[in-house]
């Protein structure tokens, strides 16, 4: 079952490769870049679009950041105070054992 996941995973990354590559061979025209206070240079269009796709996804991960490092916190915070439950538990088990008998 792991291999036949591999497979897939594999066959869907080569179908990526293979839709980025004709992106960028069907998109070679050079476009300048106005960008309202200076204009940049000329580069294909499939490089502005690429380009702006990664820095949105870096943007998007910098601003998931906060989200994600507070609900690391608050899973710790559970585990530890799912941690002093199961002693106290385990406690409470010992002691009813020691009345019992």
Do not use: C
């Amino acid at each position: 079952m792991r291999w036949l996941k591999g497979v897939f995973l594999g066959i869907i990354l080569l179908l990526v490769l293979l839709v980025g590559i004709l992106f960028a061979v069907n998109n070679q025209q050079a476009v300048p870049l106005n960008l309202i206070w200076t204009e940049l240079p000329p580069a294909s269009l499939s490089l502005w679009l690429l380009g702006s796709l990664a820095a949105g996804v870096l943007l998007g991960m910098l601003a998931m950041t906060g989200v994600y490092m507070r609900l690391r916190a608050l899973l710790t915070r559970a585990q530890r105070h799912n941690q002093q439950q199961r002693k106290e538990l385990d406690r409470l088990r010992i002691q009813e054992l020691k009345e019992v008998a």
